[in-house]
């Protein structure tokens, strides 16, 4: 590597810790003054040594963002050091929630509320609250204006996963997202 990819990589790797927070890659190629498959570059081979060198932290990818974050296997003890205490765990109401946000964004929560078959209310502001979802809109056509609800970069880093594409299929759909029967047809096709 030569030593202005060197100085670059320097650049961006100080860039993302200061950052604390995900950084998008239009930022860090502004900033650096290079085309987004340089940045690309850098990125991955800091993504690897991190991974490759079982470093203490790690470069993860959201979408179009980076960013620095400590190794998931510190969490132990890096909790222990700063006294920390373990996150609460999601109740099931919650998980629930949070799949069919997650799933169908941009949802209601009256969309929400009618796949459950309850209230939803509550779940959705303590999901509010941990920055799990956000608001993204309302629908201003609609009585009431009811807001829109999608997951945020901390759902895609609490899920160690990088965008909504890495979420596993659902039982029982097809892909295009319709709901299948046992022997493959769509019930939906069969009303027809």
């Given at each position: 590597m030569n030593r202005d990819m060197k100085d670059l990589e320097a650049a961006l790797e100080g860039i993302l810790f200061a950052a604390g927070e995900p950084v998008h890659i239009d930022r860090i190629c502004s900033s650096l003054e290079i085309g987004r498959s340089t940045a690309e570059k850098l990125l991955g081979k800091l993504h690897d040594y991190y991974a490759f060198e079982r470093r203490g932290i790690r470069l993860i990818h959201m979408d179009n963002a980076w960013q620095l974050?400590?190794?998931?296997?510190?969490?132990?003890?890096?909790?222990?050091t700063f006294e920390i205490r373990k996150p609460a765990k999601l109740s099931q109401p919650a998980l629930e929630v949070l799949a069919i946000v997650a799933y169908y964004q941009p949802v209601t929560r009256a969309y929400v509320d009618q796949v459950r078959?309850?209230?939803?209310a509550y779940t959705v502001g303590l999901l509010l609250e941990r920055n799990l979802i956000e608001v993204c809109g309302q629908l201003?056509?609609?009585?009431?204006?009811?807001?829109?609800?999608?997951?945020?970069?901390?759902?895609?880093?609490?899920?160690?996963?990088?965008?909504?594409?890495e979420l596993p299929p659902l039982p029982g759909m097809d892909d295009s997202g319709q709901l299948r029967l046992d022997d493959g047809e769509n019930p939906d096709a069969a009303a027809e």
């Amino acid at each position: 590597m030569n030593r202005d990819m060197k100085d670059l990589e320097a650049a961006l790797e100080g860039i993302l810790f200061a950052a604390g927070e995900p950084v998008h890659i239009d930022r860090i190629c502004s900033s650096l003054e290079i085309g987004r498959s340089t940045a690309e570059k850098l990125l991955g081979k800091l993504h690897d040594y991190y991974a490759f060198e079982r470093r203490g932290i790690r470069l993860i990818h959201m979408d179009n963002a980076w960013q620095l974050c400590s190794a998931p296997e510190l969490a132990g003890i890096i909790r222990r050091t700063f006294e920390i205490r373990k996150p609460a765990k999601l109740s099931q109401p919650a998980l629930e929630v949070l799949a069919i946000v997650a799933y169908y964004q941009p949802v209601t929560r009256a969309y929400v509320d009618q796949v459950r078959g309850v209230d939803s209310a509550y779940t959705v502001g303590l999901l509010l609250e941990r920055n799990l979802i956000e608001v993204c809109g309302q629908l201003k056509e609609q009585p009431g204006r009811p807001r829109l609800y999608r997951t945020t970069e901390n759902f895609l880093r609490s899920f160690h996963i990088g965008s909504l594409e890495e979420l596993p299929p659902l039982p029982g759909m097809d892909d295009s997202g319709q709901l299948r029967l046992d022997d493959g047809e769509n019930p939906d096709a069969a009303a027809e």
